[in-house]
RNA sequence: GGACCUGUGGUGCAGUCUGGAGUGCACGCCGCCCUGUCAAGGCGGAGGUCGCGAGUUCAAAUCUCGUCAGGUCCGCCA
């Protein structure tokens, strides 16, 4: 999709113009327009013949005007002109308004422009920093325009499809109480209570269950959120995501709901409606992908012989489990590139990698690999076998714990494999029966794996005590092609379980008061059974304009540092403003 | 908190390994020429704290250390 479809015709005309650059084709020959934009290029041949190329988001237009000495690049301007077909032999099919041209002009320059620090051209590869410091430049470049426009659409086609699901929007407030939950979070400091502070919601969570609790029933929001952790890539300070929660719902009406909104938000910015989405547990997703956010656009999956290797001699494969990844045609690969992935799974946290190349030997195929002496006979054809390997290809292996053995070869399968995350087509799946449970904390209590509001699986809440480790959760993910979309669960509305989920967790009830106080409060008065989901949307554009990074899909994003290269953000406060705040710097700057 | 990559006229690069005068390429900018171009063309010109600071050296864009900025990643992100 690119900025033209999207925009409805017709509808920008103003005062000052009559329509868009890009608009106008042969079917307008012989009208007279007003055009509006900034100067592209102009090509000067002499005193009395010179072409402007005039911009908008819309596209080019060749403007034929008598000289244009006092035109500079980035001046904006009104043409005012007729339309007239180009003459034989000058048509330029390469731009969609190549057939035509407007004569006859008459210029106003509207506002003149110093040369801008970086050619507009979308070829021009210009770097980062010097976008971000000139964002309202780096804006008028088709790149950026598109990815709004394309933002936008998704963002009606999700407004719509939870409007027809009989949602309604609420907003949530944006200075919201600490409530000490996973991420740190930016605080604002009270004005008229010194030494108390706002903090930016990291979700809207609280607020929506207690909408539930309100009886609202479907609400949903296009909602930031803010998270005081290091950025990445797809991670900023503050981001975007559709936010929802039901009542009276189980896990698989959110499914429906979540689905139409993403697939209608796929077809409006693609063009192609995805099937619909598949379901996956937690453990398959681990166990035959190695992440929960598998990338099901690559097919090769984690092959197990733990049993083959159990009373193994092979000392490097003592371990509970034994994995390998089969690479196919991959027996080539470089002795330098294996010992950088055999980095790089240490330092995701293996013992090391284990390689073997299938080659064409004396009795059939097999192994070349420092480890091949130590094998067996049944071990060797049982790799060769079970992976399906045939001559040049690479074959994994990482012994471990489940969870490790899984998690780096699944890295390994996604770094190695994967194709760019734009690149369709676009797989969607949700994950499901995540652990309740993940980790511990300093104190050696179990940590949520999602929020501690989160409903056991039916069939494990005899476990909570007994064994939390094995106790799923009714948690799931959404996933498109290997990114993390955003997840959700059935939230706990019963109180007993609540309590028990907060005595696994090792909270203590005067914490739980102090923490979540009027939520479980709000919970006393009648709390309808509820579930919800939120999904990111800067993700979700990002992929589907072939971006890998958000910073494309926001008009004014912060480096990876936190910085606004463009304000200057963070930057210091007044001594007034501090001392207004009932602040003391430790550091003052003056 | 940590690892790696990058930093050279306005922009994008080469030069750095192997030290020797700010050397080169493309785009842009300024001036002149040019009546059908479209990444116009021709001629001429301007433009530099080689991110910053120390150190080594007769000599540093180049080697060493530190530091700042940008990027990718690990940790972190209920």
Same mark, same amino acid.
């Given at each position: 999709m690119d900025s033209r479809e999207i925009a409805e015709s017709g509808t920008e005309s103003t005062s000052m113009r009559d329509v868009m650059c890009g608009?106008?084709?042969?079917?307008?020959?012989?009208?007279?327009?007003?055009?509006?934009?900034?100067?592209?290029?102009?090509?000067?041949?002499?005193?009395? @013949?010179?072409?402007?190329?005039?911009?908008?988001?819309?596209?080019?237009?060749?403007? =034929?005007?008598?000289?244009a000495q006092e035109l500079r690049s980035e001046f904006v301007i009104q043409v005012?002109?007729? =339309?007239?077909?180009?003459?034989?032999?000058?048509?330029?099919?390469?731009?969609?308004?190549?057939?035509?041209?407007?004569?006859?002009?008459?210029?106003?320059? @509207?506002?003149?422009?110093?040369?801008?620090?970086?050619?507009?051209?979308? %070829?021009?590869?210009?770097?980062?920093?010097?976008?971000?410091?000139?964002?309202?430049?780096?804006?008028?470049?088709?790149?950026?325009? %598109?990815?709004?426009?394309?933002?936008?659409?998704?963002? %009606?086609?999700?407004?719509?499809?939870?409007?027809?699901?009989?949602?309604?929007?609420?907003?949530?407030?944006?200075?919201?109480?600490?409530?000490?939950?996973?991420?740190?979070?930016?605080?604002?400091?009270?004005? !008229?209570h010194h030494g108390t502070f706002y903090v930016l919601p990291q979700s809207p969570?609280?607020?929506?269950?207690? !909408?539930?609790?309100?009886?609202?029933?479907?609400?949903?929001?296009?909602?930031?959120?803010?998270?005081?952790?290091?950025?990445?890539?797809?991670?900023?300070?503050?981001?975007?995501?559709?936010?929802?929660?039901?009542?009276? =719902?189980?896990?698989?009406?959110?499914?429906?709901?979540?689905?139409?909104?993403? !697939?209608?938000?796929?077809?409006?910015?693609?063009?192609? %409606?995805?099937?619909?989405?598949?379901?996956?547990?937690?453990?398959?997703?681990?166990?035959?992908?190695?992440?929960?956010?598998?990338?099901?656009?690559?097919?090769?999956?984690?092959?197990d012989f733990s049993d083959v290797f159990a009373n193994s001699e092979v000392r490097a494969f003592s371990a509970p489990v034994v994995k390998a990844l089969r690479l196919a045609s991959s027996a080539t690969t470089t002795r330098s590139q294996l010992d950088a992935w055999t980095e790089r799974a240490k330092e995701i946290g293996a013992q090391g990698l284990a390689w073997f190349r299938v080659v064409d030997g004396d009795a059939g195929l097999g192994l070349d690999s420092p480890l091949d002496r130590f094998l067996s006979a049944d071990?060797?054809?049982?790799?060769?076998?079970?992976?399906?390997?045939?001559?040049?290809?690479?074959?994994?292996?990482?012994?471990?714990?489940?969870?490790?053995?899984?998690?780096? !070869?699944?890295?390994?399968?996604?770094m190695i494999l994967s194709a760019p995350v734009g690149e369709g087509p676009y797989q969607y799946v949700w994950i499901t029966e995540f652990p309740l449970f993940d980790g511990v904390d300093a104190d050696g209590n179990p940590q949520p794996a999602h929020h501690p509001f989160t409903m056991p699986h039916e069939d494990d809440i005899a476990l909570m005590q007994s064994d939390p480790a094995k106790v799923r959760s009714q948690s799931y993910d959404l996933v498109l092609n290997g990114w993390e979309l955003g997840s959700g669960s059935v939230r706990i509305h019963r109180r007993d379980i609540q309590s028990s989920v907060f005595r696994s967790l090792g909270i203590t009830d005067e914490e739980a008061e102090s923490r979540f106080g009027f939520l479980l409060n709000a919970f006393k008065y009648g709390a309808p059974p509820h579930a919800g989901f939120a999904f990111g949307i800067d993700r979700l554009v990002a992929i589907f304009v072939g971006e890998e990074n958000i910073r494309e899909v926001i008009a004014f994003p912060k480096t990876q540092s936190g910085s606004d290269l463009m304000t200057g953000a963070p930057s210091s406060l007044s001594a007034t403003a501090v001392r207004d705040l009932g602040l003391r710097l430790t550091n003052p700057e003056s």
């Open positions: 608009e106008l084709s042969h079917t307008d020959i012989g009208r007279t327009v007003s055009v509006c934009g900034w100067v592209s290029r102009r090509r000067e041949h002499g005193e009395h @013949l010179a072409f402007i190329d005039l911009r908008d988001y819309t596209g080019i237009v060749q403007c =034929v005007v008598d000289g005012t002109g007729v =339309v007239r077909a180009r003459p034989d032999g000058t048509m330029n099919d390469r731009i969609p308004t190549g057939e035509i041209e407007i004569g006859d002009c008459a210029v106003v320059v @509207l506002a003149s422009a110093e040369p801008p620090p970086f050619g507009l051209e979308d %070829r021009s590869d210009v770097d980062e920093q010097i976008r971000l410091r000139n964002r309202f430049i780096d804006l008028r470049r088709p790149r950026l325009q %598109r990815n709004l426009r394309v933002r936008a659409a998704v963002n %009606r086609a999700i407004r719509s499809a939870m409007d027809a699901q009989g949602f309604v929007e609420v907003e949530t407030p944006i200075l919201w109480a600490p409530t000490p939950e996973g991420a740190r979070e930016f605080a604002v400091p009270s004005r !008229l969570q609280l607020a929506k269950q207690l !909408l539930m609790v309100g009886g609202v029933d479907r609400y949903y929001q296009i909602a930031r959120c803010m998270r005081d952790e290091d950025l990445r890539a797809d991670r900023q300070f503050e981001f975007t995501q559709l936010d929802l929660e039901a009542s009276f =719902v189980t896990q698989e009406d959110v499914f429906r709901f979540v689905s139409r909104a993403v !697939l209608d938000a796929a077809e409006v910015a693609t063009g192609v %409606r995805p099937d619909p989405i598949p379901t996956m547990t937690w453990f398959e997703a681990m166990d035959s992908y190695g992440s929960d956010k598998p990338d099901l656009r690559v097919e090769e999956k984690l092959v071990e060797r054809s049982a790799l060769i076998q079970r992976t399906a390997s045939v001559e040049g290809d690479l074959i994994l292996c990482v012994a471990d714990e489940w969870r490790v053995a899984a998690e780096v !070869l699944g890295s390994m399968r996604s």
